[in-house]
């Protein structure tokens, strides 16, 4: 696996991730999810430059431009609900793909602290032989993923994988390293080094389908 980790090089990414943690900033749900948006643009951006591009000439009132323009067949796929925001992130900028949602959600058997994934839902086109965009905004430890992962492969495989990503954990990208593919990409804005005793981000930014969305039952 490919680790992209964009926030290491300055720009407005920055400011953007800045606003997302800030628990001042947090309290407008809005504007989260709209930073949470950018962020997808940011990061589809960069994505965008490892595709596979082609020569098209384009008519214009007063002749003729050639350029490379990407080819691939492009799934997003959004890890419901918190991937919502950074979903239509990437779909501002891949506007001609096609959409796959899938339900992932930690439940706790014994009412403790130790957790498994569930995925229950997923609905989606063919993603065999396609560039598959696997959207989720969290990479904590990384198990919900993993799970999404096993749960779409009797669906088909695509030809390269990106896991697209706001902000993870170390342990959580070093989990998901042994399990994905090697044709897989990770486009990640930030990396925090530590998880608390409940799997959640530190500093990370707190539940981001809560902030986005409201606090769940």
Request: negative net charge.
């Amino acid at each position: 696996m490919k680790i992209h980790h964009i926030s290491q090089e300055n720009s407005i990414l920055n400011k953007f991730l800045s606003e997302i943690r800030d628990v001042s900033v947090q309290k407008d749900a809005m504007r989260f999810r709209r930073n949470i948006e950018r962020i997808g643009e940011i990061l589809g951006y960069e994505l965008s430059k490892k595709l596979d591009f082609s020569s098209t000439t384009t008519t214009t009132p007063l002749g003729e431009k050639k350029k490379e323009i990407p080819v691939n067949d492009v799934v997003l796929c959004s890890i419901l609900r918190a991937g919502l925001p950074l979903h239509n992130g990437l779909l501002n900028y891949f506007d001609d793909a096609e959409n796959a949602f899938i339900s992932a959600y930690r439940h706790h058997p014994n009412n403790d602290e130790a957790f498994e994934i569930v995925v229950e839902y997923f609905a989606s086109p063919s993603i065999n032989d396609k560039t598959l965009l696997l959207i989720d905004p969290m990479l904590a430890t990384g198990k919900s993923l993993v799970a999404v992962h096993e749960a779409i492969k009797k669906y088909g495989s695509p030809k390269k994988i990106h896991i697209v990503s706001v902000i993870g954990s170390s342990d959580g990208v070093d989990y998901i390293k042994k399990y994905f593919p090697d044709n897989t990409d990770l486009w990640i804005a930030a990396i925090d080094e530590n998880l608390n005793e409940k799997g959640y981000i530190v500093p990370g930014l707190g539940d981001a389908g809560d902030l986005a969305f409201g606090v769940k039952m």
